[in-house]
């Protein structure tokens, strides 16, 4: 089948926070807050979800589920599911895991929330690096625990870690998790094999417990080949993967993760701290299962389309707007855009483009931690028409400035 990535959907009257929550989340105002745009004039590239529709494959599922016509509490007790995912693992990975250390969360955000507080006590810290996603940073805010930053270092577009800084701050004694995103986000890099066993070393040396967000695993450039920190530290017992197919194949909405825990007091701790009392939602568990039996041809036609939207940026911005910094990132479909050469005095980057531009993006400490002013993210799971036209508006603000 030839997925069609070109169509463009109407969200409208959906509840979705794409289109009718960014008042609340970008800027923490209510919806009497004006702007110069109307709400549908605005070209969205902020929330990470996708314009495109899920994969018709798992729409089916859900169909066949509901014709089942009974939708009363469940938990996964059919082996299918871990069959499911573990061969997803397997054929895309090369790696796999025993079955009794899968278990299941509403989200990676509620996971982190949990196993901040499961695993730090309240006069401990946490350690991330930065710029990173913001919900690390509210996790730990959630529990009142210490937030420790790392910076990475930024090499014209470029960011790798900063092994010395990092090893100095795991050294506090204070310090027992690391929260670590492989893929990255905001900056797209995929850690070589050589950086994740570097990081790992340096959480064994202290024996910090090491989270491994690998969300955007399988939003890669083609060619590319994801590589699992659990594969990296096959043995290192305080290790937790969070993987999940919802940014993969759109189903953020349906609220289904995976998380791998090694160490079996965590999992029981987890399952008695777990405020779902290990429910999941029915027609979550068979679009995720569908997803990962049927939706790698739908996967791979993603991402040539994915990489055709970033080399239009990459051309476009070249053209248009020859101060800004950017390269094609290794994973994700978020463009991380460094335009502080336009905007020589902080400003809000946010609110200037949705004045300015009408178009709504995401940027700066405020989003990112810290590390990433003059930053802008830019989502391109979209059609390629609506980028050129966001594009167009972003470089014409800035050019008349």
């Avoid at 969205?44 to 509490?73: H, L, N, S």
């Avoid at 027609?283 to 790698?296: R, V």
């Avoid at 239009?312 to 978020?334: C, G, H, K, M, W």
Wanted: charged share 20%; glycine share 6%; with cysteine.
């Amino acid at each position: 089948m030839q997925y069609n990535f070109d169509e463009i959907i109407d969200r409208k009257h959906t509840n979705a926070m794409n289109t009718d929550g960014f008042r609340s989340y970008i800027f923490h105002a209510g919806p009497d807050m004006k702007f110069p745009y109307s709400d549908d004039e605005f070209i969205r590239m902020w929330v990470a979800d996708m314009e495109f529709a899920t994969p018709p494959e798992v729409c089916q599922a859900i169909k066949d589920r509901v014709d089942k016509r009974i939708f009363g509490y469940s938990q996964v007790f059919d082996p299918g599911y871990y069959e499911a995912f573990s061969g997803w693992c397997g054929k895309m990975y090369d790696w796999d895991f025993p079955k009794e250390q899968l278990v299941f969360s509403p989200g990676i955000i509620p996971a982190l929330y949990e196993l901040v507080g499961d695993l730090v006590a309240a006069d401990e810290k946490v350690l991330i690096t930065t710029p990173a996603y913001g919900f690390f940073k509210h996790a730990a805010t959630y529990n009142n625990r210490t937030l420790v930053c790392s910076p990475l270092k930024n090499d014209n577009g470029w960011f790798s870690i900063d092994f010395a800084d990092l090893e100095q701050k795991a050294a506090d004694p204070k310090v027992k998790l690391i929260i670590w995103c492989n893929p990255h986000n905001p900056t797209g890099r995929m850690w070589t094999a050589e950086e994740t066993a570097r990081v790992g070393a340096i959480a064994e040396k202290y024996g910090l417990w090491l989270i491994s967000d690998e969300i955007h695993c399988d939003l890669i450039r083609q060619g590319k080949k994801h590589i699992p920190t659990a594969k990296v530290m096959p043995d290192y017992p305080k290790l937790i993967t969070c993987m999940a197919a919802s940014k993969t194949f759109n189903l953020a909405g349906l609220m289904f993760s995976n998380i791998i825990v090694r160490d079996a007091a965590v999992r029981q701790q987890m399952a008695a701290h777990d405020k779902t009392i290990g429910l999941v939602n029915p027609l979550s568990l068979a679009a995720t299962q569908a997803a990962y039996e049927q939706g790698g041809e739908w996967l791979k036609q993603l991402q040539a389309y994915l990489d055709g939207n970033f080399q239009f940026v990459a051309d476009y911005l070249a053209a248009n707007l020859p101060q800004a910094v950017f390269r094609i990132p290794e994973s994700t479909y978020l463009a991380w855009l460094d335009v502080s050469l336009y905007f020589p005095e902080t400003e809000d980057l946010p609110m200037f483009f949705a004045n300015k531009a009408g178009v709504l993006l995401e940027g700066g400490d405020g989003m990112f931690v810290g590390n990433a002013t003059g930053y802008v993210r830019l989502n391109l799971a979209m059609p390629r028409a609506i980028i050129a036209k966001g594009l167009q508006r972003i470089c014409e603000a800035i050019n008349q400035r």
